[in-house]
Nanobody, 122 residues
């Protein structure tokens, strides 16, 4: 599976951005696509995920109510609203070939896209 991410950029605090990711290759009918982010010197952290075929969506507490994930099992979009400086990071798209529920969606991904930079200025 190959993942191609797009979007990102620089925005002022309170602004919005949209990230998209397209999966290609041997895609499973039941899968989960998600987003993680990483800042220098820190571990990659889970942001949001969505399972295919009407499946579950999961968000990190830090982004609930501000970020929205959507997708169809082949693409996934993350809408980032009300951005804060602490949202500044490299964002990575991720994929695993099984559906998940709850905390199981926050780890165990098999494939990763290239990162895309999100910078929020204060």
């Amino acid at each position: 599976v190959q993942l191609q991410a797009s979007g990102g950029g620089t925005v002022q605090a309170g602004g919005s951005l949209r990230l998209s990711c397209a999966a290609s290759g041997d895609i499973s009918y039941g899968n989960t696509m998600g987003w993680f982010r990483q800042t220098p010197g820190k571990e990659r952290e889970f942001v949001a995920a969505k399972s295919s075929s009407g499946g579950n969506t999961v968000y990190a507490d830090s982004v609930k109510g501000r970020f929205t994930i959507s997708g169809d099992g082949h693409t996934v979009t993350l809408k980032l609203n009300d951005l804060k400086p602490e949202d500044t990071a490299v964002y990575y798209c991720a994929y695993k070939n099984r559906r998940c529920v709850g905390s199981a969606c926050t780890s165990g991904y098999d494939y990763w896209g290239q990162g895309t930079q999100v910078t929020v200025s204060s």
